[in-house]
C-alpha cells in the first residue's frame, strides 16, 4: 500500500461549491439552512411546563386505567334514518 499526499482543504466548499455549514448566505444557494438560521434555542426564564406527562403516566396503575377505559364515552355517529316511501305511493307486493 502507498503512501497517499494528500490533504484535505480546511475550506472546500469554494472548490466543491458545496453549501456553507456555517449558514453564510450565497447566491448560488439562496434557500440554504445553515446554522446561523436554525435559531438560537433559548428557552425564556420564567417558563414552564404546566404537566409532566412521565410523572403522570408512571402514577397510572391499572385499577385508574380500567375506571378511565370504563368512564370512555366514545362518540357514534347518527343512525340514517330508513328510506321511506313519499306520500301516497303504494307499497308494492312480492
Given at each position: 500500500?502507498?503512501?497517499?499526499?494528500?490533504?484535505?482543504?480546511?475550506?472546500?466548499?469554494?472548490?466543491?461549491?458545496?453549501?456553507?455549514?456555517?449558514?453564510?448566505?450565497?447566491?448560488?444557494?439562496?434557500?440554504?439552512?445553515?446554522?446561523?438560521?436554525?435559531?438560537g434555542g433559548k428557552v425564556?426564564?420564567?417558563?414552564?411546563?404546566?404537566?409532566?406527562?412521565?410523572?403522570?403516566?408512571?402514577?397510572?396503575?391499572?385499577?385508574?386505567?380500567?375506571?378511565?377505559?370504563?368512564?370512555?364515552?366514545?362518540?357514534?355517529?347518527?343512525?340514517?334514518?330508513?328510506?321511506?316511501?313519499?306520500?301516497?305511493?303504494?307499497?308494492?307486493?312480492?
Open positions: 500500500m502507498s503512501k497517499s499526499n494528500y490533504t484535505p482543504r480546511p475550506n472546500r466548499e469554494p472548490i466543491t461549491r458545496e453549501t456553507d455549514p456555517a449558514g453564510r448566505w450565497s447566491a448560488k444557494f439562496p434557500d440554504m439552512i445553515g446554522y446561523k438560521n436554525q435559531g425564556p426564564a420564567d417558563y414552564g411546563w404546566n404537566t409532566n406527562p412521565k410523572q403522570w403516566q408512571e402514577e397510572m396503575t391499572p385499577e385508574n386505567l380500567a375506571t378511565e377505559y370504563r368512564n370512555l364515552k366514545v362518540p357514534r355517529l347518527p343512525v340514517p334514518a330508513a328510506a321511506a316511501l313519499p306520500e301516497g305511493a303504494k307499497a308494492e307486493s312480492k
